[in-house]
């Protein structure tokens, strides 16, 4: 049964017919009325209008009064189908208008019972089905706008007849493409194989896929992959080629991204030695990198199998409950394990899960990253051992030890340290700084040391510093900073060390003190002190024993050897026996009196005392003992020897002179009145007066030099030029010279300074030795030559002259006088000078000549010396004390 | 016998007289007889000192040797007592001795008298006695 229908009817007419309608028909559910004139003023329609399923109008003055009111009813009740109901003859608008307007229209007067409702549902299905239609073509169109596939028909000859709207995405505007090669855009080197496969499709009927590339004209290529179906003509013969075909551009980008990626991946996983794997969420193994042959040895582990296994049975049941975890939770954790290897060995994994989920977002692996930790685990355990070895050494160590940053903050501290400052535990003191421990004014001292120290890169040695310790005492440390760098060079911090050095200060300032009263005591007797430990060699010289060499505290080193090489050559070996003797015992004292070499050259009669400290075995550990300077008591001894010889001598000298020529006159005028005789003219008699007058002549000569020695008077001294003394002294000597065959040459050097000299004295000393060169070079088959040659040598030391001169603050002058004889025999020269030496035959020499020689110099404050020429003969070497004319001595 | 003494020899100049002070007896003697020897002297000796003086005034000598160093009174002395007396006040003095410095002994004086260094020789002495008492010589 049809279902009611609710009719608004606007116009007289149209109540009047639908009214007959709905009482004869009942088909007509409702009448709603409503007049055009409602539609006037409002926009909207009265509410009661859309219930209605159809619309009767009536052209009249209740209902529409022309086409414009039609036009207004329509569009304001859209999709409603519109029926008019029209009175013969009062047709307001034409017929056509009417019907471009509504659905359908009738006339009054057949518009009754039946007819409107076949009119009106009529009109209801039309515009039903117009309705459904118009979505259905709309929702087509939609789709195939939409789909992505590119269809297109194709006629026999490759032209293509139809391109569906996705061809604008690839190829621009389909309507464009009617009518054009399908070839055309087929990229070169596809387009042979998809015409071939063209051409089989059409001869067989049977489409088949082909994947080709187009290559647009802008340079671009898309992939393609497509299908022919043949579409049969009327006859049944292939007529067009439907093909539908995709872009899979996007798709094979994307898969050869991914294969790139895969690629990488294998190449990552290859070469890192971590452990990469996926197991799955039992744990089974379903991948590992190649890396794990290194625990699993070249096969790797097997496929599938369970991945807890190799864990060491202490570890198993705690990772798996990580994994279980892991998998539950979604987040991975870091945990660590002993991993078995297949010969016994452990290694250590550390290992991090993460989950991998499927499409739908449930967990379906695990990937599982691992680190072979083992080395680095030793390492760590070795560290540790370092580390607390280097901890127990340090907090053992009586020495404070910290390390500080760049802030001076303490890094590290050992134990000592901490008791130091108060701590007992070193870690206490770890993040303070000086400031926070010490007062203010040690602190400020230290932390500007610090500064020094990380600032400049200084390194701090040996520095004596005070430090208050907690406990209220004062110490002195000494300490040593220096600064800590990176392994990049840069200064990260210091270490430091300090030693506590107040027992040590404090013995060594009573040693001092002790020690300098003992010098002072010691050198008030002129002594020099000396200490020397035998085991070590060490040696202390006291300033004074340096100081009575001439030498500063730092000018001779402290040990054995500092006073063994000052020793005289001739000296050493019986200094050496000397120490020994008192070591073994064989002597009960050390007492030595050797020569030490003076700064200035010269050697110094030394007295050495000392005493050994032994051992139990009686073996001599140190040795303490004072030195004396005996030079100058040495000395006088021997100018008083030297003045007593003098002394007698001139006693006797006088007296047998005397006493003795009397006699020998009277021998030789006794013998020469004889010799006058006739009978001793000739033969024995003559012979023996002869050897009487030599004889006399013999002990006069004696007498006469005894005389010499014995007269010496203090030299009438006066300043000279020595060139002048020797010129004269040479003079004299020429005819003595040229008679012996000698030739005598003289080098004198211009402009000496003058010295106090008695001429007469000198040409007496220059008589003697010019004489002793003469008797030297008589024998002589050189050739013979006395040279003699004079200079002088400025003050103290040194220069080209004679160096054994003692110091003259006026430098020296000398003379010397060279021969071409036979030298003197080494064991002769210390004893020429001594008094009634001779080398010479008897009645040649008296042994008094150089000895004079020597007295003249001396009274003169002069020197002379004999020594033995490298080439030969002897050189013969006189200084004289340079005269100073010094104002400030004028009285 | 060989005498002394030539016979035909033409008149000789008359003798200087040489007196010989010296404490040495043996000294004096010898020098008595070299002097004696030349026979141009005549010689008195005085081994004393003390009795120079008088010894010179009563021989007048042409000339005095002297000895310098001689016990209780030396040559010095002696000399001044000769020369005291008018008559000997002149008469030249050789000085014998024994102590003499080398420069002295090179000078050949002592304060300006003329000397002779002991031991002295047969020839050097007649030449000093010769030249001291030769008629050309200053008689001082």
């Given at each position: 049964?049809?279902?009611?229908?609710?009719?608004?009817?606007?116009?007289?007419?149209?109540?009047?017919?639908?009214?007959a309608?709905?009482?004869?028909?009942?088909?007509?559910?409702?009448?709603?009325?409503?007049?055009s004139?409602?539609?006037?003023?409002?926009?909207?329609?009265?509410?009661?209008?859309?219930?209605?399923?159809?619309?009767?109008?009536?052209?009249d003055?209740r209902?529409?009064?022309?086409?414009?009111?039609?036009?207004?009813?329509?569009?304001?009740?859209?999709?409603?189908?519109?029926?008019?109901v029209?009175?013969?003859?009062?047709?307001?608008?034409?017929?056509?208008e009417?019907?471009?307007?509504?659905?359908?229209?009738?006339?009054?007067?057949?518009?009754?019972?039946?007819?409107?409702e076949?009119?009106v549902?009529?009109?209801c299905?039309?515009?039903?089905?117009?309705?459904s239609?118009?979505?259905?073509r709309?929702?087509?169109?939609?789709i195939?706008?939409?789909?992505?596939?590119?269809?297109?028909?194709?006629?026999?000859?490759?032209?293509?007849?139809?391109?569906s709207?996705?061809?604008?995405?690839v190829?621009?505007?389909?309507?464009?493409?009617?009518?054009?090669?399908?070839f055309?855009?087929?990229?070169?080197?596809?387009?042979?194989?998809?015409?071939?496969?063209?051409?089989?499709t059409?001869?067989t009927?049977?489409?088949?896929?082909?994947?080709?590339?187009?290559?647009?004209?802008?340079?671009?290529v898309?992939?393609i992959?497509?299908?022919?179906?043949?579409?049969?003509?009327?006859?049944?013969?292939p007529?067009?080629?439907?093909?539908?075909?995709?872009?899979v551009?996007?798709?094979?980008r994307?898969?050869?991204?991914?294969?790139?990626?895969?690629?990488?991946?294998?190449?990552?996983?290859?070469?890192?030695t971590?452990?990469?794997?996926?197991?799955?969420?039992?744990g089974r193994r379903?991948?590992?990198?190649?890396?794990?042959?290194?625990?699993?040895?070249?096969?790797?582990?097997?496929?599938?199998?369970?991945?807890?296994?190799?864990?060491?049975?202490?570890?198993?049941?705690?990772?798996?409950?990580?994994?279980?975890?892991?998998?539950?939770?979604?987040?991975?954790?870091?945990?660590?394990?002993?991993?078995?290897?297949?010969?016994?060995?452990?290694?250590?994994?550390?290992?991090?899960?993460?989950?991998?989920?499927?499409?739908?977002?449930?967990?379906?692996?695990?990937?599982?990253?691992?680190?072979?930790t083992?080395?680095?685990?030793?390492?760590e355990?070795?560290?540790?051992r370092?580390?607390?070895?280097?901890?127990?050494?340090i907090?053992?160590?009586?020495?404070?030890?910290?390390?500080k940053?760049?802030?001076?903050?303490?890094?590290?501290?050992?134990r000592?340290?901490a008791?130091?400052?108060?701590?007992?535990?070193?870690?206490?003191?770890?993040g303070?700084?000086?400031?926070?421990?010490?007062?203010?004014?040690?602190?400020?001292?230290?932390?500007?040391?610090?500064?020094?120290?990380?600032?400049?890169?200084?390194?701090?040695?040996n520095?004596?510093?005070?430090?208050?310790?907690?406990?209220?005492?004062?110490?002195?440390?000494?300490?040593?900073?220096?600064p800590l760098?990176?392994?990049?060079?840069?200064?990260?911090?210091?270490?430091?060390?300090?030693?506590?050095?107040?027992?040590?200060r404090?013995?060594?300032r009573?040693?001092?003190?002790?020690?300098?009263?003992?010098?002072?005591?010691?050198?008030?007797?002129?002594?020099?002190?000396w200490?020397?430990?035998?085991?070590t060699n060490?040696?202390?010289f006291?300033?004074?024993?340096?100081?009575?060499?001439?030498?500063?505290?730092?000018?001779i080193?402290?040990?054995?050897?500092?006073?063994?090489?000052?020793?005289?050559?001739?000296?050493?070996?019986?200094?050496?026996?000397?120490?020994?003797?008192y070591?073994?015992?064989?002597?009960a004292?050390?007492?030595?009196?050797h020569?030490?070499?003076?700064?200035?050259?010269?050697?110094?009669?030394?007295?050495a005392?000392?005493?050994?400290?032994?051992?139990?075995?009686?073996?001599?550990?140190?040795?303490?003992?004072?030195?004396?300077?005996?030079?100058?008591?040495?000395?006088?001894?021997?100018?008083?020897r030297?003045?007593?010889r003098?002394?007698?001598?001139?006693?006797?000298a006088?007296?047998?002179?005397?006493?003795?020529?009397?006699?020998?006159?009277?021998?030789?005028?006794?013998?020469?009145?004889?010799?006058?005789?006739?009978?001793?003219?000739?033969?024995d008699?003559?012979?023996?007066?002869?050897?009487?007058?030599?004889a006399?002549h013999?002990?006069?000569?004696i007498?006469?030099?005894?005389?010499?020695?014995?007269?010496?008077?203090?030299?009438q001294?006066?300043?000279?030029?020595?060139?002048?003394v020797?010129s004269?002294?040479?003079?004299?000597?020429?005819?003595?010279?040229?008679?012996?065959?000698?030739?005598?040459?003289?080098?004198l050097?211009?402009?000496?300074?003058?010295?106090?000299?008695?001429?007469?004295?000198?040409?007496?000393?220059?008589?003697?030795?010019?004489?002793?060169a003469?008797?030297?070079?008589a024998?002589?088959?050189?050739?013979?030559?006395?040279?003699v040659?004079?200079?002088?040598?400025?003050?103290g030391?040194?220069?080209?002259?004679?160096?054994?001169?003692?110091?003259?603050?006026?430098?020296?002058?000398?003379?010397?006088v060279?021969?071409?004889?036979?030298?003197?025999?080494?064991?002769?020269?210390?004893r020429?000078?001594?008094?009634?030496?001779?080398?010479?035959?008897?009645?040649?020499g008296?042994?008094?000549g150089?000895?004079?020689?020597?007295?003249?110099?001396?009274?003169?404050?002069?020197?002379?010396?004999?020594?033995?020429?490298?080439?030969?003969?002897?050189?013969?070497t006189?200084?004289f004390?340079?005269?100073?004319?010094?104002p400030?001595?004028?009285? | 016998?060989?005498?002394?003494?030539?016979?035909?020899?033409?008149?000789p100049a008359?003798?200087?007289r040489i007196l010989?002070?010296?404490?040495?007896?043996?000294?004096?003697?010898?020098?008595?007889m070299?002097?004696?020897?030349?026979?141009?002297?005549?010689?008195?000796?005085?081994?004393?000192?003390?009795l120079?003086?008088?010894?010179?005034?009563?021989?007048?000598?042409?000339?005095?040797?002297?000895?310098?160093?001689?016990?209780?009174?030396?040559?010095g002395?002696v000399?001044?007592?000769?020369?005291a007396h008018?008559?000997?006040?002149?008469?030249?003095i050789?000085?014998?001795?024994?102590?003499?410095?080398p420069?002295?002994?090179?000078?050949?004086k002592?304060?300006?008298?003329?000397?002779?260094?002991?031991?002295?020789?047969?020839?050097?002495?007649?030449?000093?006695?010769?030249?001291?008492?030769?008629?050309?010589?200053?008689?001082?």
């Amino acid at each position: 049964m049809n279902p009611s229908l609710r009719l608004l009817c606007l116009g007289r007419t149209a109540v009047e017919v639908a009214e007959a309608a709905r009482t004869r028909g009942g088909w007509c559910a409702e009448v709603i009325l409503g007049t055009s004139e409602a539609l006037a003023d409002t926009e909207g329609i009265p509410a009661e209008w859309s219930r209605a399923d159809a619309v009767v109008v009536s052209l009249d003055p209740r209902g529409c009064r022309d086409a414009e009111d039609l036009d207004r009813v329509r569009s304001r009740l859209p999709g409603r189908p519109l029926v008019a109901v029209v009175q013969p003859g009062e047709l307001s608008v034409a017929p056509d208008e009417i019907l471009r307007r509504a659905d359908d229209y009738l006339v009054a007067d057949e518009a009754i019972g039946r007819t409107l409702e076949r009119v009106v549902r009529f009109a209801c299905e039309e515009k039903r089905f117009e309705d459904s239609l118009l979505r259905e073509r709309d929702l087509f169109s939609r789709i195939w706008g939409r789909l992505t596939e590119l269809v297109a028909v194709v006629g026999l000859d490759g032209r293509r007849l139809y391109s569906s709207p996705a061809y604008r995405r690839v190829l621009g505007d389909p309507a464009a493409l009617l009518g054009t090669d399908s070839f055309r855009e087929i990229h070169p080197e596809d387009e042979g194989r998809v015409r071939a496969m063209f051409a089989e499709t059409m001869r067989t009927g049977a489409g088949k896929s082909v994947s080709f590339r187009f290559l647009l004209p802008d340079g671009t290529v898309r992939y393609i992959e497509s299908e022919g179906t043949v579409v049969p003509g009327p006859d049944g013969r292939p007529d067009k080629l439907l093909v539908v075909g995709r872009d899979v551009t996007e798709r094979w980008r994307m898969e050869t991204e991914l294969r790139e990626r895969e690629e990488f991946f294998r190449h990552i996983s290859e070469a890192m030695t971590d452990l990469v794997a996926v197991v799955d969420l039992q744990g089974r193994r379903l991948y590992n990198s190649p890396s794990y042959r290194n625990l699993f040895g070249a096969e790797g582990p097997r496929p599938a199998s369970d991945s807890f296994a190799e864990i060491h049975p202490d570890d198993r049941e705690r990772i798996r409950r990580v994994f279980l975890e892991t998998v539950e939770t979604g987040q991975g954790q870091r945990a660590e394990f002993r991993f078995m290897l297949a010969d016994g060995r452990v290694r250590y994994l550390e290992s991090v899960g993460t989950v991998m989920r499927d499409a739908e977002g449930r967990p379906a692996k695990v990937l599982v990253v691992s680190r072979d930790t083992t080395e680095r685990r030793e390492a760590e355990k070795a560290l540790a051992r370092e580390h607390a070895l280097l901890r127990t050494l340090i907090d053992r160590l009586p020495d404070f030890i910290f390390v500080k940053d760049t802030r001076g903050r303490f890094v590290v501290t050992n134990r000592a340290h901490a008791r130091l400052v108060g701590f007992e535990d070193p870690n206490e003191l770890v993040g303070k700084t000086d400031h926070e421990v010490f007062p203010p004014d040690l602190a400020a001292r230290y932390t500007e040391d610090d500064e020094a120290v990380m600032g400049r890169g200084e390194e701090l040695l040996n520095r004596e510093e005070p430090v208050r310790h907690r406990d209220g005492r004062d110490l002195w440390v000494l300490t040593s900073k220096v600064p800590l760098r990176s392994p990049d060079g840069s200064i990260v911090g210091l270490v430091g060390m300090s030693r506590d050095i107040t027992e040590r200060r404090r013995t060594e300032r009573q040693l001092r003190e002790s020690q300098e009263r003992l010098e002072l005591v010691i050198r008030g007797s002129g002594d020099g002190v000396w200490d020397w430990d035998v085991v070590t060699n060490e040696a202390y010289f006291s300033p004074w024993w340096k100081g009575m060499l001439g030498y500063r505290e730092d000018e001779i080193p402290n040990t054995f050897d500092g006073w063994f090489g000052l020793i005289h050559p001739d000296d050493r070996e019986r200094s050496r026996a000397a120490l020994q003797a008192y070591f073994d015992g064989s002597t009960a004292t050390y007492e030595l009196e050797h020569r030490l070499r003076h700064k200035d050259g010269t050697y110094r009669w030394i007295l050495a005392r000392g005493v050994a400290l032994r051992d139990g075995q009686g073996r001599p550990l140190r040795m303490s003992g004072s030195h004396v300077d005996l030079t100058e008591r040495r000395r006088t001894e021997a100018r008083l020897r030297e003045a007593a010889r003098w002394e007698s001598v001139t006693t006797l000298a006088a007296g047998v002179a005397h006493e003795v020529k009397n006699p020998l006159q009277t021998i030789l005028l006794g013998v020469d009145y004889l010799a006058g005789r006739p009978w001793a003219a000739e033969g024995d008699a003559a012979e023996l007066l002869a050897s009487m007058r030599n004889a006399a002549h013999q002990a006069d000569t004696i007498i006469r030099s005894l005389r010499d020695y014995a007269v010496q008077r203090q030299p009438q001294a006066r300043p000279r030029d020595l060139n002048e003394v020797v010129s004269e002294s040479i003079a004299l000597m020429r005819y003595d010279c040229h008679r012996a065959g000698v030739e005598l040459g003289a080098r004198l050097a211009p402009r000496l300074p003058a010295v106090n000299v008695d001429s007469e004295q000198l040409n007496q000393v220059f008589w003697i030795v010019f004489r002793n060169a003469l008797d030297a070079m008589a024998r002589s088959t050189r050739a013979r030559r006395l040279e003699v040659a004079t200079g002088w040598t400025a003050g103290g030391s040194g220069g080209d002259g004679p160096t054994l001169a003692p110091p003259s603050p006026g430098g020296w002058v000398w003379v010397e006088v060279d021969d071409t004889g036979h030298g003197v025999p080494n064991d002769v020269l210390p004893r020429v000078f001594d008094l009634f030496f001779t080398t010479k035959s008897p009645g040649r020499g008296t042994g008094i000549g150089l000895a004079l020689a020597r007295r003249i110099l001396e009274l003169h404050g002069g020197t002379i010396q004999i020594a033995n020429r490298p080439g030969g003969g002897a050189r013969v070497t006189l200084t004289f004390p340079v005269t100073e004319p010094s104002p400030s001595q004028a009285p | 016998m060989n005498l002394p003494m030539p016979v035909n020899e033409p008149a000789p100049a008359p003798r200087r007289r040489i007196l010989v002070v010296d404490d040495d007896a043996d000294l004096t003697s010898v020098v008595r007889m070299i002097l004696l020897d030349t026979g141009r002297y005549e010689v008195r000796v005085v081994n004393h000192p003390d009795l120079a003086a008088k010894a010179a005034l009563q021989f007048l000598p042409h000339l005095v040797l002297l000895d310098v160093m001689m016990p209780g009174c030396d040559g010095g002395d002696v000399a001044t007592q000769i020369r005291a007396h008018e008559a000997t006040a002149r008469t030249p003095i050789v000085f014998l001795t024994a102590a003499v410095t080398p420069e002295e002994a090179r000078r050949g004086k002592i304060g300006g008298e003329v000397y002779l260094e002991k031991p002295v020789s047969r020839e050097k002495l007649l030449e000093v006695v010769a030249a001291q008492v030769s008629p050309g010589a200053q008689v001082p």
